[in-house]
């Protein structure tokens, strides 16, 4: 089945950092890419919508100059938490939409810990 | 904007029980996908429902979405522990932004060998 590479899986930085996740379609070309933020025991909160070539899509209170995203190539999307705080520590999720449409696919997530 | 609300948070079982997580939404769906996610895992991908009135299964899982294409349950058989983690609704509208998915806030499945 369809994969979503994501890495690196596990990230633990000082206050300030900044930190760049990538997600790879790794069998497939996907045009849209999510970006999802998930807190301990709470669920997925769509941060942003990365389309190749283009502009991502913020949600509402998602800053984009806090969450720079680049969807450079069919297969690679990225997400760098720029000056990250503590507040940042989170769970970081991408997903890349199939060619069909649907379902998303899931990457394995990027867990964020900010000292 | 658009939210899909689900219940229970949490459910606890006994091995062999049966479990069913609901949820339901304001607004009329274009389609509802289910995910479930293990401890420290991601999302996996279950199951989408499309028809009004729609019934899937798969093995002891079935899967309903309501003829108004507001609600949706799943339904486990005889529960086993392989079926601990977080079930996700996550529902689809119509119209611009289609393609993304509103998760339920996801039922936790504990059960108890």
């Known amino acids: 089945g369809a994969v979503v590479s994501q890495h690196p899986s596990r990230v633990i930085c000082k206050s300030g950092t900044s930190v760049k996740i990538e997600c790879r379609s790794l069998?497939?070309?996907?045009?849209?890419m999510f970006w999802y933020r998930q807190f301990p025991k709470q669920s997925l909160m769509l941060m942003a919508t990365s389309n190749e070539g283009s502009k991502a899509t913020y949600e509402q209170g998602v800053e984009k100059d806090k969450f720079l995203i680049n969807h450079a190539s069919l297969t690679l999307s990225t997400l760098t938490v720029t000056s990250a705080h503590p507040e940042d520590s989170s769970f970081y999720i991408c997903s890349a939409m199939d060619p069909s449409g649907q379902p998303q696919h899931f990457g394995d997530g990027t867990r964020l810990s900010i000292l | 904007g658009q939210q899909v609300m689900q219940i229970p948070q949490y459910q606890h079982v006994q091995e062999g029980e049966d479990f069913t997580t609901y949820c339901n939404s304001s607004?009329?769906?274009?389609?509802i996908q289910w995910y479930k996610q293990r401890p420290g895992g991601h999302p996996v991908f279950l199951i989408q429902l499309v028809k009004s009135g729609e019934v899937k299964k798969q093995k002891r899982l079935t899967f309903q979405f309501g003829e108004a294409k507001k609600n949706s349950s799943l339904h486990i058989t005889a529960t086993q522990t392989t079926d601990v983690g977080t079930y996700f609704c996550?529902?689809?509208?119509?119209?611009?932004?289609?393609?993304?998915?509103?998760f339920g806030k996801g039922t936790k499945l504990s059960v108890i060998p």
């Open positions: 607004t009329t769906l274009s389609n």
């Open positions: 069998d497939f070309q996907a045009t849209t």
């Open positions: 996550a529902g689809s509208y119509s119209g611009a932004g289609s393609y993304q998915l509103t």
